[in-house]
């Protein structure tokens, strides 16, 4: 597929005014996406659990309008209006226009809320972003009704990709590739893909539990942190190695072997945040709490040989990551030594999931 496959041909039926609600999850990387070209292309591919419990409900409806030169839409966060939210949606509108060309036919109102706390520090531009382009997609089947399923996922993901990066993954469980690599067959530029080799029963039911460290606004965007990636010294090392880390996961994903599945995602943790330490102007995300948070999980996996670890997106927040089988000893070990570093105490409890609903 390349992108002029998501250009439409000329509509055959029309549609006047109705509603159409998505609710789609978060996703976390293992093999993390920092770096970008134009139009949304990665500079180097990213895999990711598709979570379950943090998602995004978005509820879209949508009347024909008489002009067809602007945008028409509001937006509401649990039933309040955000023109806050307005800019990105709009700068979204603006690139899948060309995907979509009925969207300046219509007044749309956007509806939408978390199931996580909205000021929690975590991103919700993937669950939002996919699910928004599931919406936009609904629409668009009902005016294509022989769109295929296959075709609407892609187009889909292609959509959410354009909102933010790693929306594209979020649209389907459990473990998704984002990027053209040559270690997974499938995989794209474009659109996520579904992780196509065999996978151990240990990752089935993997556990994240979210601490919560700062739920404050990020210094630096992920926009402008991607961005950093261009004159950046280690960038080529850096993009040549998550090639290679996503070669050295399949085996482990295929035997389970969970120690080796920690190390390799501890370590692009960690690449990721040295990334931003050694970006210039440099920054720094992770804080004090972020790292007393590591030792004790290291510490506590040196003391009992349980297979904990943790991953980092871009900020501050630990996901601790584990087998559902060691979870009622884990859990234990999080509430009682590491709850104390979250903000308010304040963590989500999650797992791997499988992707987006229509409601
Ligand atoms: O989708 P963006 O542009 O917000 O970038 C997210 C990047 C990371 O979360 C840090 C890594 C990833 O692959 O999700």
Known sequence: MTETDFIPSAYSKTLETGKVTWESPSNIALVKYWGKKEN??????????????????????????????????EVYLDGEKKDDFKPKIETFLKRIHVYLPFLKNYHFKIETSNTFPHSSGIASSAS????????????????????????????????ARLGSGSACRSLEGDIIVWGQTDAISGS??????????????????????????????KQVSSTVGHNLMHAHP???????????????????????????????????????????????????????NTLEIINKIWSF?????????????????????YPKK??????????????????NEQYICDQIGFGANQL
């Open 40 to 73: 949304q292309i990665p500079a180097n591919p990213s895999i990711s659990f598709t979570l379950n419990n943090c998602k995004t409900i978005t509820e879209l409806s949508y009347r024909t309008k008489e002009s067809d030169t602007d945008f028409s839409f």
């Open 301 to 321: 996996r040196e003391r009992t040989g349980l297979h904990i670890g943790f991953t980092l997106d871009a900020g501050a927040n630990v996901h601790v990551l």
């Open 188 to 217: 794209s530029d474009l659109y996520g893909t579904k992780y196509p080799y065999q996978v151990h029963e240990n990752f089935k039911d993997y556990q994240d539990t979210i601490l919560l460290v700062d739920k404050g606004e």
């Open 234 to 288: 280690y960038a080529e090392n850096r993009f040549k190695q998550a090639h290679e880390n996503l070669e050295k996961l399949k085996p482990i994903l295929e035997s389970g072997d969970l120690n080796k599945f920690i190390a390799l995602m501890e370590s692009e943790a960690l690449t990721l945040h040295a990334m931003m330490m050694t970006s210039m102007p440099y920054f720094i995300l992770m804080k004090p």
């Open 128 to 159: 939002g972003m996919s699910a928004l382009a599931l919406c936009f997609m609904s629409m668009e089947k009902q005016l294509k009704p022989k769109m295929t399923t296959n075709y609407f996922n892609q187009k889909a993901s292609f959509l």
């Open 326 to 343: 060691e979870a009622n000893v884990i859990l234990d070990f999080i509430k009682n030594e590491l709850v104390a570093y979250c903000q």
